[in-house]
């Protein structure tokens, strides 16, 4: 999908929604993200073959944050064209060893992530690809017909990352901006600390912004490809949305005295109106719980539950 001259979106499957891929055209070519371990070969290698391009012109591919279905086909795109893998230093490790991401979530969410299998970990061994360049805030990145400035936008993970062009005013996003989830969740992720990501979006909304190039198509906004408009409107919703399930979850310990976090979840699931196969909103619970700690306004009794604070 065409969007500029030199900027293309490859639309990468992900059940029923896709994984965004950003391709910069110019001597060279660079990404912003590389989508799942099968997608270069499925979908972002024919797409550039379909342009007249070759995939071993990739020099440069950025990885958004580490979640493999952002960063699990660089290793073949790396192969293929010796490209420089760059991302935050934060989320670095994860997509050197894609295990340690798996592991982490099972240790933190056992109930919602099971713990790898034997294959599972093999996989995840080969699919690791060692970062050339991390990145920080505010570093310059040569894209090669421009240069973006690196955001640090935490909170979906604690290395997230977005691409911002001040010139053409655009600024790639990749899973930062959360709005209200996609229709696969049941809700925003949130991973890193709910503080931070709160802080992200007031962050993104002070930048002079003409185009915002999501990852996915983000709820209410049913585009990955957002104006200046729309770019402040998912940020707002973004904001709006983590205020309403803090309350939320809020008033359901206050009403009930103790609530148990598997049955928040349950119900901030019901509250989105999730199909069962939607993925767990285990991640914003977390961080809310944590955030409503932090606050004083409840206080843990117990492993699993919750009381509201004296």
């Known amino acids: 999908m065409k969007i500029t001259e030199d900027i293309h979106l490859v639309k990468c499957p992900l059940q029923s929604i896709f994984t965004g891929v950003y391709v910069v055209l110019g001597d060279r070519i660079s990404l912003f993200d590389a989508g799942m371990p099968a997608s270069p070969e499925s979908t ?25 279905d952002h960063f699990g086909g660089i290793k073949t795109i790396k192969e293929k064209s010796g490209a420089i893998v760059a991302a935050h230093t934060d ?6 060893d894609p295990t340690k991401l798996w592991i982490d ?4 969410f056992p109930a919602y992530h099971l713990k790898p299998t ?37 909170g979906h993970t604690k290395g ?11 600024i790639f996003t990749g899973d930062s901006v959360q709005g209200r989830g996609t229709v696969l969740q049941s809700g925003p992720l949130i991973y890193g600390e709910l503080d931070e990501y709160l802080g992200s979006m007031e962050r993104l909304k002070s930048l002079d912004l003409d185009t915002m190039l999501l990852d996915h198509e983000y709820l209410p906004m049913n585009s990955a490809v957002l104006g200046r408009v729309e770019a402040l ?6 904001i709006k949305c ?24 349950d119900e901030v699931k019901a509250l989105h109106g999730a199909n069962p196969a939607s993925m767990s ?7 809310v719980l944590k955030s409503l700690e932090k606050r004083q306004l409840i206080k843990r009794s117990g492993l699993d539950r919750w009381i509201r604070a004296p």
């Open 242 to 265: 983590v205020g309403e399930i803090s309350k939320f979850i809020l008033d359901k310990i206050n009403s009930s005295h103790m609530a148990e976090f598997f049955y928040l979840v």
């Open 91 to 96: 989320d670095a490790a994860y997509i050197e």
């Open 160 to 170: 997230s990352i977005c691409l911002y062009d001040e010139e053409r005013k655009i």
């Open 118 to 154: 034997a294959d599972e970990l093999s996989e995840g061994e080969k699919m690791g690809v060692k970062v050339d360049r991390l990145l920080e805030d505010g570093m310059i990145v040569d894209l090669g017909t421009f240069k973006a400035r690196v955001v640090h936008a935490p």
């Open 233 to 238: 409107k998912i940020l707002e919703e973004s």
């Open 44 to 68: 972002i290698f024919p797409y550039l073959k379909s342009l007249g391009r070759d995939p071993s012109e990739i020099s440069l591919v950025i990885a958004s944050h580490g979640h493999d």
């Open 281 to 287: 909103p285990c991640s914003i619970v977390d961080a």
């Open 105 to 108: 979530l099972n240790r933190r």
